[in-house]
C-alpha cells in the first residue's frame, strides 16, 4: 500500500470507528437523508442500501461513508433524472450488472475507496451501459492492471478518470483503448513501472498524474497535446522527449521533482513550457567534462535507448551538448532546488526571456555573474540560498535592468563580496535574506568611489522598497547607527549574532516593524517601548532572567522566549501577555516550580497556543526537573511559593539531629541525672 494511499483510508477508518463508537439510535429516522433542491446528502449515514424514499427528479445521490456492500439492480430504479452518484468509502464489492438500467444520464460517478476488485467483473458490464459518463472515480480499489483495463471497456464517453491508490504495474496500448474522450487521468501512488504506447488512444489527454508510481524513464515523449504532466515521486532518471517531431508540444506544466534524474531533462524542441519543477533530483551540467578530453578521453557522448518492439525509432540523446535542452523560452518558473548544478551553461539563462522565479537553493553553484547570465528583467524570485557562492558579480546595468526582482534570497552561502550598490540599484526589492554569510554592514564614513564592482559590506540605505530583511548568524557585532535610516522596514531578523550592539541603530524603525528577531544577541537591558507596530518577537536564547517590562505595553502576537533564564513570569505580566499573544514559546527555561501561576493563566487562556506546551520544564528546591504540565503546585505554600512539604523534609532530620545529639550528651555528661529522672517516675508508687 503506498503510503500518500493512506490517508483516505485512514480518514474511512476514523470514520468507521466514530461510527461504531457513537451509539446508534434504535430508532432510525424515517429519512436518513438532508434534502437540498435535488440533491439527497446521505453521507456518513449507517446505510447498507440505497434508501429508496428519496424524491423521483433527484439529480445528485451522496451516499458516502455508508455500509453499502452490492449496488442491485433495482436500487436506483426510481431515479431517472440521477446524474451524479457518489458511493466513496463504502464496502462494496460490485455493481450488479442492470443497476443502471434506468439511469442513462449518469455522467459523474464516484467509487472510491471500495472493494471493486471482488467483483470487476460484473461492475464492468454495469459501467458499459452508462452512454453519457463523463467522470469516474475508481481510486483505492485495489484493482490490477487486468482489472482495470475490463472495467474501462468501451468507456468512450469518459473524460475524467481518478486510478490512484491501486495496484497497476504497467501500462500498454490496450490499458486505455477505448478512452477516446480522455482529458484528465490520475494514476497516482500505483505501483507502475513501464508505460508503452499506453496514451496513444487518448489524443485529448490534456492533464496526467503519474506522481508516487516506480516508473525509471520516460523516454520518447510524445504526447503533444498534454498541457500538464506530474511524474513527481518516481524514479526516472531520464526523461527524454522525442526529437523528430516538428509540432508544438502544449505541455505548460511538467513536475519531474523527487526523482533520480543526473541531466537537466530534453525537453520538446517547441512547447510552452512555463513551469518547470526539477527539485530534489542529482542534475548537473557536463558540459567541462566534454569539453576536456584529457580527462575522459575515449567517454561517450551520447545514450542510445532502443525501442525493441516497435519501429517508432531509437532514441538518441546527446549526453553533453548543452545547447540541447529543449525549448524553454516561455518558462516562468524553474525550480532546481536540492539538485547538483555547479554553473549554467553558457546562455542558458538567457534562453529563458520570461523567467520570474528561479529556485535554486541547496546546489554547489560557486559563483555567479549577474552580467554574463543576462536574467530576464521580469525575474521577481530568485533563491540562491544555500550553495557555495563566496562572490556576486554584477554591473550596475545588469542591476537597474532587475527591475522587478521582489525577492532576493541569498543566505547560507559563504558571501564575502556583493557587487557594490547591490540593493539599492533593486527599485522593486521588497525581500533580502542574507543570514549566514561573511558579510559586513557598510560604516557610513566607508568611502564608496564609483569604480568599485564590488563590495565586502552591505547598506540599504534609501531602499524605500525593502520590507523584510534577514541578517541572522553574519557574525555582526554592531551595527551602525545610520543602517536603516529611509527603509520602512516590517521585518528584521538579527539572531545568531552574539553580543551585536542594536538599540540605536533600530530606533528609526520603531513605526514600521512588525517582526524583530533577536534570539541568540545576547542582549539584556533592551527597551521595546517604542516599538509600537511589533507583532512579533523572538528573544529567544538571550539568558534573560527577566521578561522585559518594556513589552507588556506593546500589542504582541508572537513571543518567543524559548531558553533563557527566566524563574517565572509575575501574574501582572502574565495577564497582561495573555490578554494579547497568540502563541507564545517557553521551553528552554529553568522555571520555579513553585511559581507557575503564569502556566495556569495562559493554559486557560483560550486564545494564546503555548507551543511545546507539554516540554516546559520547572525545577523545584532540589533542582530536580519536572513537567510543569503535571506539577503539583498543592506541594507549594500559596503565598511565596515554599512547600510545606519541603519545611517538613528539611525541619524534621533537624529537629531528630538535634535531639539525637541531645540525647548524647545527655547520657554522655549527665547519665547520674539522667539515672535519677528516670529511677525518680520508675520509681514512683503507681496506684491501681
Ligand atoms: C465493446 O467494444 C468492443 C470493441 O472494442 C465491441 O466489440 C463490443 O461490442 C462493445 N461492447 C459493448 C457492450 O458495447
Ligand atoms: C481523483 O481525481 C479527480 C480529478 O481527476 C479528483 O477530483 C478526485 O478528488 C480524485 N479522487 C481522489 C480520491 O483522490
Ligand atoms: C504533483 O503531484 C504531487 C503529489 O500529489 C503534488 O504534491 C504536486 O503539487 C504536484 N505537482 C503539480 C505541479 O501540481
Ligand atoms: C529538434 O532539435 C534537435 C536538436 O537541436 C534536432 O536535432 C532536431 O532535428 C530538431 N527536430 C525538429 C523537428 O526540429
Ligand atoms: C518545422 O516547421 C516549420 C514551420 O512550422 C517549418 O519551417 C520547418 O521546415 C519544419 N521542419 C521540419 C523538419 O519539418
Ligand atoms: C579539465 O580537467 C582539468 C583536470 O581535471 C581541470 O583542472 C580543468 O578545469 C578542466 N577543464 C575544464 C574546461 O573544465
Ligand atoms: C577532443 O578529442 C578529439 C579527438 O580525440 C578531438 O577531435 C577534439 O578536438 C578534442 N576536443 C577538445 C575540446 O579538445
Ligand atoms: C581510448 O581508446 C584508444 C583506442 O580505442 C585506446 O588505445 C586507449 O587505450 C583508450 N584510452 C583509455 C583511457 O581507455
Ligand atoms: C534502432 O536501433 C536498432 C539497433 O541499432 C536498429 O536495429 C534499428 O533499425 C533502429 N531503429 C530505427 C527505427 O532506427
Ligand atoms: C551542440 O549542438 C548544436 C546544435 O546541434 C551544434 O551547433 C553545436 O556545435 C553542438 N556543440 C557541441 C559542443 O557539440
Ligand atoms: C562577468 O561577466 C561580464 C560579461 O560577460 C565580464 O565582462 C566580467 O569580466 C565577468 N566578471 C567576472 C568577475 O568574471
Ligand atoms: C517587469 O515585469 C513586467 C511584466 O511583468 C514587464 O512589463 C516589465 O518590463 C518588467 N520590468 C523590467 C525592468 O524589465
Not at 477508518?13 to 434534502?35: A, F
Not at 475524467?160 to 500498454?172: A, E, H, I, V
Not at 541569498?410 to 547591490?422: I, R
Request: hydrophobic share 35%; glycine share 4%; net charge negative.
Amino acid at each position: 500500500m503506498p503510503v500518500h494511499g493512506l490517508t483516505p483510508i485512514l480518514l474511512c477508518l476514523l470514520i468507521t470507528m466514530w461510527r461504531i463508537l457513537t451509539p446508534v439510535s434504535s430508532h432510525p429516522q424515517k429519512s436518513p437523508c438532508q434534502l437540498i433542491q435535488r440533491t439527497a446528502l446521505c453521507n456518513n449515514r449507517n446505510l447498507y442500501s440505497v434508501p429508496a424514499e428519496q424524491p423521483d427528479n433527484l439529480e445528485e445521490f451522496q451516499l458516502n461513508y455508508n455500509h453499502i456492500q452490492t449496488l442491485q439492480d433495482n436500487s436506483l430504479l426510481r431515479y431517472p433524472s440521477l446524474n451524479t452518484l457518489s458511493l466513496a468509502c463504502n464496502s462494496l464489492d460490485k455493481l450488479e450488472s442492470n443497476t443502471f438500467q434506468g439511469t442513462k444520464l449518469l455522467a459523474n460517478l464516484n467509487l472510491a475507496n471500495n472493494n471493486l476488485h471482488i467483483g470487476y467483473q460484473e461492475t464492468s458490464r454495469a459501467l458499459k451501459t452508462l452512454p453519457k459518463l463523463r467522470a469516474l472515480d475508481l481510486s483505492e480499489n485495489e484493482l490490477d492492471d487486468e482489472m482495470a483495463a475490463t472495467l474501462l471497456q468501451n468507456l468512450t464517453s469518459l473524460e475524467y478518470l481518478n486510478l490512484s491508490g491501486n495496484f497497476l504495474q504497467r501500462l500498454d496500448e490496450t490499458s486505455f483503448r477505448d478512452l477516446y474522450q480522455l482529458k484528465e487521468l490520475n494514476l497516482q501512488g500505483n505501483v507502475m513501472y513501464e508505460i508503452d504506447g499506453a496514451f496513444d488512444s487518448n489524443p485529448k489527454l490534456q492533464r496526467l498524474n503519474l506522481a508516487f508510481n516506480y516508473l525509471h524513464c520516460l523516454t520518447d515523449f510524445h504526447m503533444t497535446e498534454l498541457v500538464v504532466l506530474n511524474a513527481s515521486h518516481n524514479f526516472i532518471e531520464w526523461f527524454i522527449s522525442r526529437q523528430d517531431l516538428n509540432d508544438t508540444f502544449q505541455l505548460e506544466t511538467l513536475d519531474l521533482s523527487d526523482n533520480k534524474l543526473l541531466f537537466f531533462p530534453f525537453l520538446p524542441n517547441h512547447s510552452h513550457l512555463r513551469n518547470l519543477y526539477l527539485s530534489h533530483n542529482s542534475i548537473s551540467f557536463y558540459q567541462h567534462l566534454a569539453d576536456n578530453n584529457s580527462t575522459f578521453p575515449n567517454s561517450t557522448s551520447t545514450v542510445e535507448f532502443y525501442n525493441m518492439q516497435k519501429n517508432t525509432g531509437n532514441v538518441t540523446a546527446q549526453l553533453w551538448n548543452e545547447s540541447l535542452h529543449g525549448d524553454i523560452s516561455s518558462l516562468e518558473i524553474l525550480d532546481l532546488r536540492g539538485n547538483q548544478v555547479e554553473y549554467f551553461p553558457q546562455g542558458f539563462i538567457q534562453k529563458m526571456p520570461v523567467l520570474s522565479r528561479l529556485r535554486m537553493c541547496t546546489n554547489c553553484l560557486e559563483a555567479l555573474n549577474l552580467t554574463s547570465e543576462q536574467f530576464s528583467g521580469r525575474l521577481y524570485e530568485l533563491d540562491i540560498s544555500n550553495n557555495r557562492l563566496n562572490q556576486i558579480v554584477a554591473d550596475g546595468d545588469t542591476l537597474t535592468a532587475l527591475g522587478n526582482l521582489t525577492y532576493f534570497n541569498l543566505s547560507l552561502n559563504n558571501l564575502g563580496w556583493l557587487p557594490s550598490g547591490l540593493f539599492s540599484s533593486l527599485p522593486s526589492l521588497r525581500s533580502v535574506d542574507l543570514s549566514y554569510n561573511n558579510i559586513d554592514i557598510c560604516l557610513p564614513e566607508e568611502p564608496k568611489t564609483s569604480t568599485d564592482t564590488s563590495s565586502a559590506c552591505a547598506h540599504w540605505k534609501n531602499v524605500v522598497s525593502l520590507k523584510q530583511l534577514y541578517l541572522k548568524g553574519c557574525n555582526l557585532k554592531i551595527i551602525p547607527s545610520s543602517t536603516f535610516s529611509g527603509l520602512s522596514l516590517t521585518h528584521l531578523e538579527l539572531s545568531d549574532n552574539p553580543g551585536l550592539i542594536v538599540q540605536e541603530s533600530i530606533e528609526s524603525l520603531s513605526r514600521t516593524l512588525q517582526h524583530l528577531g533577536l534570539g541568540n544577541t545576547h542582549i539584556q537591558d533592551f527597551d521595546f517601548s517604542h516599538f509600537q507596530a511589533l507583532k512579533s518577537l523572538n528573544i529567544s536564547r538571550n539568558s534573560l532572567a527577566h521578561l522585559p517590562s518594556s513589552l507588556l505595553n506593546l500589542d504582541l502576537k508572537v513571543l518567543d522566549l524559548r531558553d533563557n533564564r527566566l524563574s517565572t513570569i509575575s501574574s501582572g505580566q502574565a495577564n497582561a501577555l495573555a490578554s494579547k499573544l497568540h502563541t507564545v514559546f517557553l521551553t528552554g527555561n529553568p522555571f520555579n516550580c513553585c511559581q507557575t501561576e503564569w502556566f495556569r493563566t495562559f493554559e486557560t487562556t483560550k486564545t494564546i497556543n503555548m507551543v511545546g506546551q507539554s516540554d516546559i520544564e520547572c525545577e523545584d528546591l532540589i533542582q530536580t526537573t519536572h513537567r510543569v504540565e503535571h506539577f503539583q503546585p498543592l506541594l507549594c505554600l500559596a503565598k511565596d511559593g515554599e512547600s510545606i512539604l519541603w519545611y517538613i523534609l528539611l525541619f524534621v532530620p533537624i529537629c531528630l539531629f538535634f535531639v539525637g545529639i541531645s540525647i548524647i550528651v545527655l547520657l554522655t555528661f549527665k547519665p547520674k541525672m539522667l539515672q535519677k529522672s528516670i529511677k525518680k517516675k520508675c520509681l514512683k508508687p503507681t496506684s491501681y
